[in-house]
């Protein structure tokens, strides 16, 4: 079993911006220790969580292929987010998805893992970058707070991705990159 996860990486210009923020945020948050690494910022689109060995081939062919027809994503007017999960919150950059052709491939692609067998997140699409891990943190949520100094955001890229735990932090390896096309 490995843990996989699908995404949707931002230029590193944006990578920078986002770094700016989390370097912000984090003046502000001295108590915080657990920020995602530059390297590891992306937008998830969807977590598969324990992915059997069986089932990574078929699902980086369908990511394949998924990534064959959508078109770069462009992202507007996101904010910060102190979002519940499990028993360590998160710091996330939430951003509304109103892209109805996203949306369809979205819930297609839950059918397609409920077909292998896997549990799917079936709530709406909102795409979400973690800043910050809050376990054993008590910060109360602030006000969403609109992220102005991040410009609009182009995500070219849909990635499946194996996550690997270590006590340092997660790391990602590729299993599929796809470049998305503009027409």
């Not at 502000?28 to 910022?41: G, H, M, V």
């Not at 990511?63 to 987010?81: A, C, F, Q, R, T």
């Amino acid at each position: 079993m490995q843990r996989t996860f699908i995404a949707f990486e931002p230029n590193d210009d944006v990578k920078s911006d986002i770094s700016f923020l989390i370097d912000e945020l984090a003046k502000e948050y001295p108590q915080i220790r657990n920020w995602t690494k530059k390297e590891n910022l992306h937008f998830t689109f969807k977590f598969i969580g324990d992915t059997q060995n069986e089932d990574i081939e078929k699902i980086a062919e369908y990511v394949s292929n998924l990534g064959n027809i959508l078109k770069p994503i462009y992202l507007h007017e996101g904010h910060l987010e102190w979002y519940p999960f499990n028993n360590s919150p998160l710091i996330c950059m939430m951003y509304e998805m109103k892209n109805s052709f996203l949306i369809k491939q979205y819930h297609l692609l839950g059918d397609y893992l409920q077909e292998l067998g896997y549990r799917t997140d079936r709530r709406r699409l909102n795409f979400h970058l973690t800043l910050a891990r809050l376990k054993g943190i008590e910060i109360s949520p602030k006000d969403k707070i609109l992220i102005k100094q991040i410009r609009e955001i182009k995500l070219g890229k849909l990635i499946y991705y194996r996550s690997i735990l270590h006590r340092t932090g997660a790391e990602y390896q590729i299993i599929k990159e796809i470049n998305l096309k503009e027409e």
